[in-house]
């Protein structure tokens, strides 16, 4: 089956409505371009260093004026959409990073919140300690579509294989892996790891990302991605705003662990401690 993508990458601010605006705009673009599937970066709501002004202007799911308006554009598209994740109170001291799965009907298919907190200190000042503000999730998510066999994941998961590896053993076809990167770890890091999960799965990995300067203290690497299940990049966004299209063969997912048939082969070990 061919699937035609889009993948939406924006600067994302401090206000929901503006960012809201820009996501329906970018969306709607992208469906006009004929993506059946249409993917937008981590935390698209909102990008802000202060928590008092998440408090006072973030919502619960149920009142989040931004879920509400791309559920709808996923419906008027009759498009499937990732909403790659959304910052949203939760009723406890702390924040969810929330991703969305919605259907071409508007309905919510699914939703998974990220594992992995991103609590670094890169250097030269720049420190970041994400599970003081958003609460960690403890399951994995796999959704069975008419477009494929999807398992979610959030930025800093890319850097745990098992989760990846877990999701394409119960049988991911694609992986999602929406992103606020960095730009020195994105530099480093960002084509190698995600060359590397859809090495080690036979997946399409699927990677929107936020870009540019949010605030003068944080700014984010962009480059979304699309990587074969061979290990092929086959988009990069680079730094600029906008939609970028793809066409995905899912026959390549069972072609490429047909070659290398990986997932098959795990064997039981132990591990020993040699003491000189």
């Not at 969305?100 to 991103?118: A, N, Q, R, V, W």
């Not at 300067?213 to 991605?225: I, V």
Request: with cysteine; hydrophobic share 40%.
């Amino acid at each position: 089956m061919k699937l035609c993508i889009g993948l939406v990458q924006f600067t994302a601010g401090d206000d929901p409505a503006a960012n809201c605006e820009a996501l329906q705009r970018y969306v709607n673009e992208a469906a006009d371009g004929g993506s059946r599937f249409v993917l937008t970066p981590e935390v698209s709501n909102i990008i802000s260093s202060s928590r008092s002004h998440q408090m006072d202007v973030l919502h619960r799911q149920d009142d989040d004026q931004t879920l509400k308006a791309l559920r709808a554009v996923a419906k008027a598209r009759q498009i499937f959409l990732l909403i790659g994740s959304l910052a949203l109170k939760s009723g406890e001291d702390r924040f969810l990073n929330r991703s969305f799965l919605i259907s071409p009907l508007g309905e919510i298919i699914t939703h998974y919140d990220k594992i992995h907190m991103f609590d670094v200190a890169l250097g030269g000042g720049e420190s970041y300690r994400e599970s003081a503000q958003f609460q960690p999730g403890n399951r994995a998510v796999l959704a069975e579509t008419d477009i494929g066999k999807i398992g979610l994941t959030i930025c800093y998961d890319l850097r745990f294989p098992h989760l990846h590896r877990t999701l394409a053993m119960a049988g991911a076809e694609i992986l999602t892996v929406p992103a606020a990167f960095t730009v020195p770890t994105g530099k480093a890091h960002w084509h190698t790891l995600l060359k590397a999960r859809a090495i080690e799965t036979g997946c399409f990995i699927l990677a929107p990302a936020m870009v540019g300067q949010h605030s003068p203290k944080r700014a984010t690497y962009g480059h979304s991605l699309v990587v074969s299940p061979w290990g092929e990049v086959l988009a990069d966004a680079g730094t600029a705003e906008g939609v970028t299209f793809a066409t995905l063969d899912l026959s390549l997912v069972q072609e490429a662990r047909a070659k290398i048939p990986a997932l098959s082969h795990d064997r039981e070990f132990t591990l020993d401690h040699a003491h000189q």
